[in-house]
């Protein structure tokens, strides 16, 4: 029979859920804690400054980074992610993908994800699940999934 591996992930969870026929069961609940985290609490040092150099010698200037604190957990969230779906994926625990996640995360997931579990999503899906009941998860899943 074929399983289809079912992610509802965000920057803060990730749960899989295993879909063999009509019956969803859970297979992994990762976390980030981190991803919860304040930015305050994440990044305790002080933004850096530099000196212009141009007309007004000696102005200051803060430095914000393109990537905040957060987003870059949410970075390394989405790289684990891929890493565990692409040692399933080459282990054969799945043999088709359904990723479920918000608009910003699911471009992140899209980019840390292997070429092994690439190869096998069927489907994809903009919603933020993850916090969901495992019952409601699975009713969505059985109503969305084609």
Not at 61 to 76: A, G
Not at 83 to 106: G, H, N, Q, T, Y
Not at 111 to 120: C, L, V, W
């Amino acid at each position: 029979m074929n399983t289809t591996w079912i992610l509802a992930a965000d920057g803060t969870r990730a749960r899989i859920f295993a879909m063999e026929g009509t019956e969803v069961q859970e297979v992994e609940d990762l976390s980030n804690p981190r991803g919860r985290a304040a930015e305050r609490d994440i990044n305790t040092d002080r933004q850096g400054n530099w000196n212009g150099g141009g007309r007004q010698q000696g102005a200051s200037h803060s430095y914000e980074p393109d990537m905040t604190p957060l987003k870059h957990e949410e970075e390394k969230f989405a790289k684990a992610i891929g890493e565990f779906l692409d040692k399933a994926s080459l282990e054969k625990r799945f043999d088709k993908l359904c990723v479920i996640a918000p608009p910003e995360f699911m471009g992140r997931l899209r980019e840390k994800m292997g070429a092994n579990a690439k190869k096998q999503i069927e489907e994809e899906l903009v919603k933020d699940i993850s916090w969901f009941s495992d019952a409601a998860i699975a009713e969505y899943v059985k109503q969305h999934l084609h």
